[in-house]
């Protein structure tokens, strides 16, 4: 067992989510290791992620966007992906992921003995915050 302690700090990608990826790859070459996330606020994008949430709010999928997204040959951005990691731990207390766009913003498929502390996500743009004005009133009303 390699029990490494690494910092997402130790990982300098082009934006958060390539510095996640370079971090998870260092975890599954070292299983049973331990990715220690820094106290912050971390925005996670992707372009896709962003076209997709683009293309519900603007009714590309219909009424019901789910019949379209939920199956598994929709293509989508896995976030933090443990895919191959074993014994892993990621601590991140203090930490929030704002997702910026739709995606999965962790995925823990194919991966085996995975822990996940303290994390938070949240948001960057809420889902279902599309809204029509049909009324404006003034105080005295």
Do not use: W
């Amino acid at each position: 067992m390699d029990n490494k302690i690494f910092s997402l700090s130790d990982f300098k990608g082009a934006d958060t989510f390539s510095s996640f990826e370079l971090a998870m790859e260092a975890l599954r070459k070292n299983p049973h290791s331990t990715l220690i996330v820094e106290p912050g606020t971390y925005v996670l994008t992707s372009e896709l992620a962003r076209e997709t949430q683009r293309a519900v709010m603007e009714g590309d999928y219909g009424d019901n966007p789910q019949r379209t997204m939920f199956n598994p040959k929709f293509p989508y951005t896995r976030g933090i992906c443990f895919a191959g990691q074993k014994g892993t731990k990621l601590i991140a207390y203090g930490v929030t992921l704002m997702v910026d766009g739709f995606m999965e913003p962790v995925s823990v498929r194919d991966c085996e003995d995975v822990t996940v502390c303290g994390l938070t996500i949240d948001h960057k743009r809420k889902p279902y915050s599309r809204a029509v004005i049909t009324k404006i009133e003034s105080e005295s009303d």
